[in-house]
Protein backbone atom coordinates (compact mmCIF):
# COMPACT_ATOMS: atom_id res chain seq x y z
CA UNK A 1 0.00 0.00 0.00
CA UNK A 2 1.13 3.22 -1.00
CA UNK A 3 0.27 7.43 -0.75
CA UNK A 4 -0.71 6.49 -4.39
CA UNK A 5 -3.02 3.67 -4.08
CA UNK A 6 -4.73 5.35 -1.26
CA UNK A 7 -5.43 8.50 -3.62
CA UNK A 8 -6.96 6.60 -6.18
CA UNK A 9 -9.13 4.84 -3.78
CA UNK A 10 -10.23 8.24 -2.16
CA UNK A 11 -10.94 9.79 -5.27
CA UNK A 12 -12.81 6.77 -6.79
CA UNK A 13 -15.07 6.88 -3.70
CA UNK A 14 -15.69 10.88 -3.92
CA UNK A 15 -16.01 11.19 -7.73
CA UNK A 16 -17.68 8.03 -8.37
CA UNK A 17 -15.97 7.71 -12.13
CA UNK A 18 -12.64 6.38 -12.81
CA UNK A 19 -12.52 8.60 -15.66
CA UNK A 20 -12.80 11.41 -13.18
CA UNK A 21 -10.05 10.04 -11.29
CA UNK A 22 -7.83 9.79 -14.20
CA UNK A 23 -8.58 13.81 -14.89
CA UNK A 24 -7.97 14.77 -10.87
CA UNK A 25 -4.70 12.75 -10.55
CA UNK A 26 -3.08 13.33 -14.42
CA UNK A 27 -2.68 9.40 -14.68
CA UNK A 28 -4.89 7.41 -17.45
CA UNK A 29 -8.00 4.98 -16.58
CA UNK A 30 -6.37 1.80 -17.37
CA UNK A 31 -3.86 2.57 -14.43
CA UNK A 32 -6.64 4.00 -12.24
CA UNK A 33 -8.08 0.31 -12.15
CA UNK A 34 -4.44 -1.18 -12.28
CA UNK A 35 -4.22 1.15 -8.57
CA UNK A 36 -7.45 0.10 -7.32
CA UNK A 37 -7.05 -3.86 -7.95
CA UNK A 38 -3.08 -3.73 -6.43
CA UNK A 39 -4.49 -2.06 -3.50
CA UNK A 40 -7.30 -4.61 -2.37
CA UNK A 41 -4.63 -7.86 -3.65
CA UNK A 42 -2.12 -5.89 -0.91
CA UNK A 43 -4.61 -5.45 1.99
CA UNK A 44 -5.97 -9.00 1.32
CA UNK A 45 -9.66 -7.95 1.05
CA UNK A 46 -11.97 -6.62 -0.93
CA UNK A 47 -12.96 -2.65 -0.78
CA UNK A 48 -16.22 -2.55 -3.07
CA UNK A 49 -18.31 -4.63 -4.09
CA UNK A 50 -18.08 -5.31 -7.54
CA UNK A 51 -15.11 -5.43 -10.00
CA UNK A 52 -15.72 -3.76 -12.89
CA UNK A 53 -16.30 -0.01 -10.31
CA UNK A 54 -19.28 0.69 -12.75
CA UNK A 55 -21.15 0.92 -9.20
CA UNK A 56 -18.80 2.39 -6.70
CA UNK A 57 -20.27 0.48 -3.50
CA UNK A 58 -17.94 0.33 -0.39
CA UNK A 59 -17.40 -3.06 1.59
CA UNK A 60 -17.56 -2.68 5.23
CA UNK A 61 -13.71 -2.96 5.10
CA UNK A 62 -13.43 -0.44 2.40
CA UNK A 63 -15.71 1.75 4.44
CA UNK A 64 -13.38 1.80 7.17
CA UNK A 65 -10.73 2.42 5.36
CA UNK A 66 -12.11 5.03 3.79
CA UNK A 67 -12.13 7.16 7.19
CA UNK A 68 -8.47 6.69 7.87
CA UNK A 69 -7.41 7.40 3.98
CA UNK A 70 -9.28 10.44 3.55
CA UNK A 71 -7.06 12.03 6.85
CA UNK A 72 -3.92 11.04 5.61
CA UNK A 73 -4.87 12.47 2.00
CA UNK A 74 -5.39 15.22 3.50
CA UNK A 75 -2.33 15.66 5.17
CA UNK A 76 -0.77 14.94 2.50
CA UNK A 77 -2.26 17.18 0.37
CA UNK A 78 -1.45 20.23 3.60
CA UNK A 79 2.25 19.15 3.97
CA UNK A 80 2.85 19.15 -0.57
CA UNK A 81 1.32 22.94 -0.01
CA UNK A 82 3.19 23.98 2.86
CA UNK A 83 6.18 22.53 1.33
CA UNK A 84 5.55 24.53 -1.91
CA UNK A 85 5.10 27.80 0.14
CA UNK A 86 8.72 26.84 1.71
CA UNK A 87 9.63 26.88 -1.95
CA UNK A 88 8.44 30.09 -2.82
CA UNK A 89 9.45 31.73 0.16
CA UNK A 90 6.19 32.59 1.81
CA UNK A 91 7.20 31.49 4.97
CA UNK A 92 10.40 29.67 6.63
CA UNK A 93 13.08 30.74 9.44
CA UNK A 94 16.05 31.80 9.41
CA UNK A 95 18.46 31.93 12.38
CA UNK A 96 21.66 34.34 12.55
CA UNK A 97 24.04 34.45 15.54
CA UNK A 98 25.36 37.89 14.89
CA UNK A 99 28.43 39.31 17.42
CA UNK A 100 28.07 43.10 18.44
CA UNK A 101 29.41 45.52 15.40
CA UNK A 102 27.62 43.62 12.53
CA UNK A 103 24.57 42.97 14.52
CA UNK A 104 24.62 46.69 14.99
CA UNK A 105 25.91 47.94 11.95
CA UNK A 106 24.98 45.56 8.92
CA UNK A 107 22.83 42.85 10.15
CA UNK A 108 19.82 44.64 11.59
CA UNK A 109 19.16 47.29 8.51
CA UNK A 110 19.74 43.96 6.10
CA UNK A 111 17.45 41.70 7.93
CA UNK A 112 14.61 45.25 8.21
CA UNK A 113 14.99 45.50 4.34
CA UNK A 114 14.47 41.79 3.72
CA UNK A 115 11.74 41.98 6.28
CA UNK A 116 9.66 44.08 3.97
CA UNK A 117 9.99 42.18 1.19
CA UNK A 118 8.91 38.97 2.84
CA UNK A 119 6.68 39.47 5.71
CA UNK A 120 6.32 35.72 6.33
CA UNK A 121 9.69 35.30 6.82
CA UNK A 122 10.77 34.46 10.94
CA UNK A 123 14.07 35.73 11.94
CA UNK A 124 15.92 35.11 14.76
CA UNK A 125 19.10 36.90 15.80
CA UNK A 126 21.70 35.77 18.51
CA UNK A 127 23.70 38.38 19.53
CA UNK A 128 27.10 36.95 21.14
CA UNK A 129 30.75 36.65 20.85
CA UNK A 130 32.13 35.18 18.15
CA UNK A 131 33.08 31.72 19.86
CA UNK A 132 29.79 31.47 21.46
CA UNK A 133 28.30 31.75 17.75
CA UNK A 134 30.87 29.40 16.12
CA UNK A 135 29.89 26.50 18.54
CA UNK A 136 26.33 27.18 18.02
CA UNK A 137 26.18 26.76 14.06
CA UNK A 138 28.41 23.77 14.51
CA UNK A 139 25.97 22.26 16.99
CA UNK A 140 23.04 23.15 14.16
CA UNK A 141 21.87 25.65 16.57
CA UNK A 142 22.04 28.45 14.22
CA UNK A 143 21.79 28.74 10.62
CA UNK A 144 24.49 31.31 9.98
CA UNK A 145 26.92 33.40 12.00
CA UNK A 146 28.43 36.53 11.30
CA UNK A 147 30.98 37.37 12.98
CA UNK A 148 34.49 39.54 13.36
CA UNK A 149 37.67 37.44 13.46
CA UNK A 150 41.56 37.54 12.03
CA UNK A 151 42.46 34.97 9.77
CA UNK A 152 39.48 32.58 10.36
CA UNK A 153 39.96 28.82 9.23
CA UNK A 154 37.68 25.67 10.55
CA UNK A 155 37.71 22.62 8.15
CA UNK A 156 34.01 21.85 9.17
CA UNK A 157 32.63 25.81 8.02
CA UNK A 158 32.23 27.49 4.77
CA UNK A 159 33.62 30.77 5.47
CA UNK A 160 32.87 33.96 3.15
CA UNK A 161 34.76 37.48 3.78
CA UNK A 162 31.85 39.82 3.39
CA UNK A 163 34.51 43.49 4.21
CA UNK A 164 37.49 44.79 6.13
CA UNK A 165 36.46 46.14 10.10
CA UNK A 166 39.36 47.75 10.90
CA UNK A 167 40.09 48.89 14.86
CA UNK A 168 40.48 52.46 15.64
CA UNK A 169 41.04 54.41 19.07
CA UNK A 170 38.59 56.80 19.31
CA UNK A 171 38.38 59.65 22.45
CA UNK A 172 36.99 62.85 22.52
CA UNK A 173 38.12 65.51 21.13
CA UNK A 174 39.14 67.32 24.47
CA UNK A 175 41.76 64.41 25.86
CA UNK A 176 44.84 65.08 25.65
CA UNK A 177 46.21 63.09 22.83
CA UNK A 178 43.31 64.01 20.35
CA UNK A 179 45.03 66.77 18.41
CA UNK A 180 48.58 65.01 18.41
CA UNK A 181 49.35 64.02 14.80
CA UNK A 182 50.25 60.64 15.60
CA UNK A 183 50.55 58.09 18.38
CA UNK A 184 53.02 55.86 19.32
CA UNK A 185 52.23 52.90 21.35
CA UNK A 186 53.86 54.28 24.74
CA UNK A 187 51.40 57.23 24.33
CA UNK A 188 48.78 55.20 25.92
CA UNK A 189 50.56 53.55 28.68
CA UNK A 190 48.28 54.49 31.71
CA UNK A 191 45.88 56.42 29.76
CA UNK A 192 42.15 55.56 31.37
CA UNK A 193 40.71 53.09 29.18
CA UNK A 194 36.76 52.06 28.61
CA UNK A 195 37.46 48.33 27.21
CA UNK A 196 35.68 45.38 25.87
CA UNK A 197 34.60 42.30 27.63
CA UNK A 198 37.31 39.72 28.19
CA UNK A 199 35.60 37.32 25.38
CA UNK A 200 35.82 39.82 22.65
CA UNK A 201 37.91 39.59 19.50
CA UNK A 202 38.30 43.10 19.99
CA UNK A 203 39.72 42.51 23.46
CA UNK A 204 41.81 39.56 22.83
CA UNK A 205 43.28 41.45 19.38
CA UNK A 206 44.08 44.80 21.82
CA UNK A 207 45.57 43.05 24.79
CA UNK A 208 48.08 41.02 22.38
CA UNK A 209 49.52 44.26 21.46
CA UNK A 210 49.28 46.03 24.30
CA UNK A 211 51.78 42.85 25.43
CA UNK A 212 53.72 42.90 23.08
CA UNK A 213 54.57 46.74 23.08
CA UNK A 214 55.03 46.84 27.17
CA UNK A 215 51.28 49.06 27.39
CA UNK A 216 50.34 49.38 30.56
CA UNK A 217 46.53 49.19 30.13
CA UNK A 218 44.55 51.21 32.99
CA UNK A 219 40.87 49.50 32.36
CA UNK A 220 38.41 52.18 33.55
CA UNK A 221 35.01 50.67 32.33
CA UNK A 222 34.37 47.31 30.60
CA UNK A 223 31.27 46.90 28.56
CA UNK A 224 29.98 44.09 25.68
CA UNK A 225 28.05 47.13 23.71
CA UNK A 226 29.54 49.25 21.07
CA UNK A 227 27.12 51.95 21.44
CA UNK A 228 27.93 52.23 25.54
CA UNK A 229 31.73 52.45 25.22
CA UNK A 230 31.23 55.22 22.47
CA UNK A 231 28.61 56.88 25.24
CA UNK A 232 31.67 56.46 27.80
CA UNK A 233 34.07 57.73 25.38
CA UNK A 234 31.93 61.03 24.79
CA UNK A 235 31.67 61.62 28.53
CA UNK A 236 35.40 61.57 28.45
CA UNK A 237 36.02 58.20 30.66
CA UNK A 238 38.67 57.13 28.69
CA UNK A 239 39.59 56.61 25.05
CA UNK A 240 38.46 53.13 23.14
CA UNK A 241 38.80 50.70 20.76
CA UNK A 242 36.32 50.77 18.24
CA UNK A 243 35.35 49.57 14.12
CA UNK A 244 36.16 52.06 12.68
CA UNK A 245 32.90 51.40 10.90
CA UNK A 246 30.52 52.45 13.60
CA UNK A 247 31.86 56.06 14.78
CA UNK A 248 32.21 57.76 11.18
CA UNK A 249 28.76 59.90 11.93
CA UNK A 250 30.23 60.88 15.48
CA UNK A 251 33.48 61.69 13.13
CA UNK A 252 32.04 63.82 11.29
CA UNK A 253 29.87 65.72 13.89
CA UNK A 254 33.17 66.42 16.22
CA UNK A 255 31.84 64.30 18.63
CA UNK A 256 35.07 61.77 18.91
CA UNK A 257 38.72 61.98 17.48
CA UNK A 258 40.27 59.06 15.99
CA UNK A 259 43.56 57.79 15.40
CA UNK A 260 44.85 54.90 14.09
CA UNK A 261 46.42 52.22 16.42
CA UNK A 262 49.97 52.51 16.49
CA UNK A 263 51.97 49.58 14.80
CA UNK A 264 48.97 47.65 14.40
CA UNK A 265 49.27 44.02 12.65
CA UNK A 266 46.09 42.78 12.86
CA UNK A 267 43.96 42.88 9.71
CA UNK A 268 40.14 42.40 11.31
CA UNK A 269 37.16 41.30 9.16
CA UNK A 270 33.59 40.18 9.23
CA UNK A 271 32.81 36.66 7.84
CA UNK A 272 29.73 34.96 6.71
CA UNK A 273 29.99 31.48 8.11
CA UNK A 274 28.01 28.65 8.24
CA UNK A 275 27.86 24.06 8.10
CA UNK A 276 29.27 22.76 4.79
CA UNK A 277 27.18 19.64 5.14
CA UNK A 278 23.92 21.52 6.63
CA UNK A 279 21.07 21.60 4.14
CA UNK A 280 20.56 25.25 2.26
CA UNK A 281 16.69 25.72 2.35
CA UNK A 282 15.28 28.41 -0.09
CA UNK A 283 15.37 30.97 2.59
CA UNK A 284 18.78 30.45 3.42
CA UNK A 285 19.59 30.52 -0.25
CA UNK A 286 18.46 34.25 -0.71
CA UNK A 287 19.34 35.24 2.79
CA UNK A 288 23.29 34.66 1.26
CA UNK A 289 22.62 35.91 -1.85
CA UNK A 290 21.35 39.40 -0.69
CA UNK A 291 23.74 39.25 1.50
CA UNK A 292 26.76 39.00 -0.31
CA UNK A 293 25.61 41.63 -2.92
CA UNK A 294 24.34 44.22 -0.29
Known amino acids: MNLQQLKVFVYTVKYKKLYLVANKLGIRQPTVTFHLNKLQEELGVPLFFTKSYHTIQLTEAGDSLYHYAQNIIYQSDEIEDLMEEFKGLKTGSISIGSTHTPATYIITPFLSQLNKEYKDLTLILDVNTS???IDKVKQFQLDFGIITEVNLKDEELEIITLQ?????IVMH???????KQSLTPSDLSGQPLVHHEVESVSRKLFDKWAKKHNIALNIKMQTSGSEAMKEAVKHEMGYGILSENIVSWELQNGELSMHPIPEWEYQ?????IRRKDKLITPAMQLFMDRLRSN
Open 131 to 133: SVI
Open 164 to 168: KDALV
Open 173 to 179: PNHALAN
Open 268 to 272: RQIFL
